[in-house]
């Protein structure tokens, strides 16, 4: 399976304030995703990140609040825009159609977020 | 709608086996996936089905019944580190590449 880094691993951050989450891949990746996951609950899909193209964002989840990049086949950027406590959680990036299982999806360690 | 049910928590006991089960009503069907994650860490890949069977991987095996919409998974010989999270997904919604989640299940092991 595919290494896969994100950076920061953690962050505490001020109210009105906004992240920027890595994601890199040791290996060209078909597809990129981005989840939020809440202490204690499953995984909540954000958007899926498109190489060269806007990202595909699920409902509940708007461009304006939570832009992403992907500039290539390696690496994607979340940002978490004008946080709010709500936005306290960890969010994690996944990949799928590395070598292998072709639709597996691999996980990056996640960023621990606290909004203050 | 699409809906995937797992029991919240199960205990166990050292040594022993059990049976974690997931049903699922999803708009179509291609895969399912079973994942594990330790308190504070990222999902991490156990199992996939995609036919109606048994897949069996060391200690922990799969099962899956397309007909039936349910699929479990079997841990045997129980070790302390298999206390987590353990998190059904299936691939089937409205898109070839996006999973729908269960909320998982907290597994405790007791010595």
């Not at chain 1, 950027?77 to 709010?84: A, F, G, K, P, Y």
Request: proline share 4%; charged share 15%; glycine share 8%.
């Amino acid at each position: 399976s595919a290494v896969i880094s994100q950076k920061p691993s953690r962050d505490i951050c001020q109210r009105g304030t906004s992240l920027t989450i890595q994601c890199q891949v040791d290996s060209q990746v078909t597809m990129m995703f981005w989840y939020r996951q809440q202490p204690g609950q499953s995984l909540t899909l954000i958007a899926t990140a498109n190489q060269g193209s806007e990202a595909t964002y699920e409902s509940g989840f708007v461009i304006d609040k939570f832009p992403i990049s992907r500039p290539n086949l390696t690496f994607s950027t979340l940002t978490v825009s004008n946080m709010s406590p709500e936005d306290s959680s960890i969010y994690l990036c996944s990949v799928s159609g590395t070598s292998g299982f072709t639709d597996t999806q691999y996980f990056g360690p996640g960023t621990r977020l606290t909004v203050l | 709608g699409q809906n995937i049910d797992q029991p919240t928590e199960m205990t166990a006991t050292e040594g022993a086996i059990v049976q974690i089960n997931c049903t699922y009503q999803t708009s179509g069907f291609n895969g399912l996936f079973w994942y594990q994650q330790h308190a504070g860490e990222a999902p991490t890949f156990l199992s996939y089905n995609v036919l109606d069977g048994l897949e069996e991987k060391g200690r922990f095996s799969s099962f899956l019944s397309r007909s039936k919409g349910y699929s479990y998974l079997l841990l045997k010989e129980l070790q302390m580190k298999d206390s987590a999270s353990y998190l059904c997904a299936v691939k089937g919604g409205r898109s070839n590449y996006q999973l729908i989640w269960g909320a998982g299940t907290k597994l405790i092991i007791k010595p």
